[in-house]
């Protein structure tokens, strides 16, 4: 049985230009991110003389495109690229880079041309805030996406029937390196006790992964002469935003109360279990995901890193995640309930994958095209170009 290998399609309505990619996630390791590589298919006819150019492009949203209001900008782009696919610049073999690219081309004949982005190091990854079940639009989040179009030149104005786009995503796996595992201790002194109530938390590893359950070891010892009434475990995940005001959002994603408590003179050793996963948490607006592709599911953002020299203003969203323990210290003679808590930093992501290179056998490319029914009584200019325009530039054969 031969193996497939899934190439994207989307042709623009008015079927001057149609993307052709081999993948849509593309993995920043630190050190280095994938470019972004693909296929541009052109219609002579279609086109009536004009260009073709194809951009790459990361865009922050604050917030909903129709809240530009008196001059506002809620959105700003940290990155723009744009080549000129037709009439070519230089000769076509030599703006191939993949063999897939390779491949589409002998597939798609002399009307289809290369491209190729390579990313800065500088950019973050995609992120979005999980928005509220009644918001509509664009919310707040870091996109990237290839945009293919037709024109009389780079500047002109863009009709929408003429252009074509596809959303990508820019994702993070774990590193390879095991950091020491988190471990903090913590000791309260009361002013009416002669000794401290002690609290010791661990956890296995410094790295998780999205699904995995995260097991915190808890030591309690109580030599104060108050009772700990109750102990309760989250996982914060902390949102900042750098790109406009720096400012940070902390929202629980996992929660456990087991009502336990220590009297005077006792020890507690116990080991609570947490799992933060998206799954609890759909209801919750603010929390920060992954970058969604459409009609795909996502998860719980990974953690932020962050390579070395590279200003975190430009980053849009930075993600991190904290295990927190607190303690309730019951009062005496009239006073209230106090807490004593520490809190355990660690990283979530996605396990790193299996290195595949590209295979030498020849698979079979099987096309996934996107389709959307045009909007009816609309002028072109407002029409959505984000459509496939059936299968007249389409292969012969997968």
Do not use: W
């Not at 945009?147 to 994702?171: G, H, Y």
């Not at 005001?245 to 009297?263: I, Q, R, T």
């Amino acid at each position: 049985m031969s193996s497939k290998s899934i190439v994207f399609k989307k042709i623009c309505k008015d079927k001057s230009v149609g993307v052709y990619m081999g993948k849509r996630d593309f993995v920043d390791r630190v050190d280095s991110v994938d470019p972004v590589d693909g296929v541009i298919i052109i219609d002579p006819e279609a086109l009536q003389g004009r260009k073709v150019f194809v951009t790459l492009a990361c865009t922050f949203r604050y917030g909903r495109d129709d809240m530009d209001v008196m001059g506002i900008a809620f959105r700003r782009e940290l990155f723009l690229s744009t080549r000129q696919v037709y009439p070519p610049l230089q000769d076509r073999d030599k703006g191939i880079h993949t063999k897939t690219q390779a491949r589409l081309l002998r597939k798609l004949g002399d009307n289809a041309y290369p491209f190729f982005f390579e990313f800065p190091d500088n950019l973050p990854c995609s992120v979005a805030l999980q928005p509220a079940p009644n918001d509509v639009g664009k919310q707040c989040a870091v996109e990237f996406e290839i945009k293919a179009f037709s024109a009389e030149s780079q500047d002109a104005k863009i009709k929408k029937r003429s252009t074509v786009s596809l959303m990508l995503r820019k994702v993070q796996y774990a590193p390879d390196c095991e950091e020491v595992p988190p471990t903090v201790e913590s000791s309260k002194e009361f002013s009416i006790s002669d000794k401290p109530l002690y609290v010791k938390a661990s956890l296995d590893k410094e790295m998780f992964y999205h699904g995995e359950v995260i097991h915190v070891h808890v030591t309690v010892k109580n030599n104060c002469s108050k009772t700990v009434k109750n102990i309760i475990l989250s996982v914060d995940q902390i949102a900042t935003v750098v790109l406009y005001s720096n400012d940070s959002y902390v929202k629980c994603v996992a929660l456990e109360e087991p009502g336990d408590s220590v009297a005077t003179g006792a020890t507690l050793e116990k080991t609570y279990k947490l799992l933060p996963v998206l799954a609890n948490n759909r209801e919750r607006r603010g929390i920060v995901l992954d970058g969604k592709l459409k009609h795909e599911d996502t998860n719980l953002a990974s953690s932020s890193i962050v390579k070395e020299g590279v200003l975190k203003e430009v980053l849009g969203i930075l993600v991190s995640y904290r295990v927190m323990v607190k303690l309730t210290v019951g009062g005496m003679m009239g006073m209230g309930a106090s807490e004593v808590g520490v809190e355990l930093p660690f990283k979530l992501m996605h396990p790193k994958p299996d290195s595949v290179k590209e295979s030498e056998v020849e698979e079979e490319l099987v096309f996934q095209e996107f389709k959307r029914s045009y909007l009816k009584g609309m002028k072109d200019e407002d029409e959505d170009g984000n459509v496939s325009g059936g299968d007249e530039m389409a292969p012969t054969e997968k």
